[in-house]
């Protein structure tokens, strides 16, 4: 399966950007990179994903190294609302068409007033 | 709101009783997902439907689990003969399939089962 690696816990001031890892050394060429948040005690929420190139929604930016071995999401103006565990997910090479979702444990960001 | 539902929001249960879930997903998604969180953890996939069609199904999924999907439309998760250890958040989500492109998946939120 490919593996992703995150930091356990970020914290960040309000106003400011955050930027949260992702390792996924093992992600295979044609597999997107995902990521998702979960506010305490509610279901996940996809925020983005990306292939090769950066992305941009409402939500976030995802950055992704030209060897596609990391990425980082970038939320720019970090409110109190963002505290969440935030999730980076790279589908295993032989996830078929199912699209299942292997989750790690996520960063636990942490955003201060 | 036309997003995921999930009935009921909690559950508690005495151990060796069984339990029902159900999911409305949104409607127009044809894939449904189940996983189960624990505290402290990411959530761990059970199964996925396509349609009716129960396509796959994690070796978490014991026989004492057993998912339907009888229409196409809502599901039900089924947990009989419950045990402490089935003590979990149970997520549903779905989403709709194109092939060869990746669709996010919407999570409803979630139903929190304690066994006793």
């Known amino acids: 399966d490919a593996k992703t690696t995150q930091p356990p816990s970020m914290d960040c001031a309000e106003g400011r950007a955050a930027n949260l890892p992702c390792n996924h050394s093992t992600i295979s060429g044609n597999e997107y990179v995902y990521w998702y948040r979960q506010i305490h005690s509610q279901g996940p929420q996809y925020i983005i994903h990306?292939?090769?190139?950066?992305e941009t929604n409402e939500m976030a930016s995802l950055i992704i190294t030209e060897d596609r071995k990391s990425s980082t999401l970038i939320l720019p103006h970090a409110t109190l609302r963002d505290t969440a565990v935030y999730y980076c997910i790279a589908p295993p090479p032989n996830a078929g068409n199912n699209r299942k979702l292997i989750w790690g444990l996520g960063t636990s960001l942490a955003v201060n007033p | 709101d036309t997003g995921v539902s999930q009935d009921p929001r909690h559950k508690i249960t005495k151990r060796g009783q069984n339990v029902t879930f159900r999911c409305d997903p949104i409607s127009e998604h044809n894939r449904l997902y189940w996983y189960r969180q624990t505290l402290g953890q990411g959530p761990e996939f059970l199964t996925y439907?396509?349609?009716?069609?129960?396509?796959?199904k994690s070796r978490l999924l014991s026989d004492r689990f057993s998912a339907e999907r009888p229409k196409g439309s809502f599901s039900t998760l089924e947990i009989q003969r419950t045990e402490q250890g089935d003590s979990a958040m149970y997520l549903c989500?779905?989403?709709?399939?194109?092939?060869?492109?990746?669709?996010?998946?919407?999570f409803g939120p979630g139903t929190r089962l304690t066994v006793l």
């Open positions: 989500a779905s989403s709709q399939s194109t092939s060869g492109i990746y669709n996010e998946q919407f």
């Open positions: 439907f396509q349609n009716e069609a129960q396509l796959e």
């Open positions: 990306g292939l090769k190139n950066n």
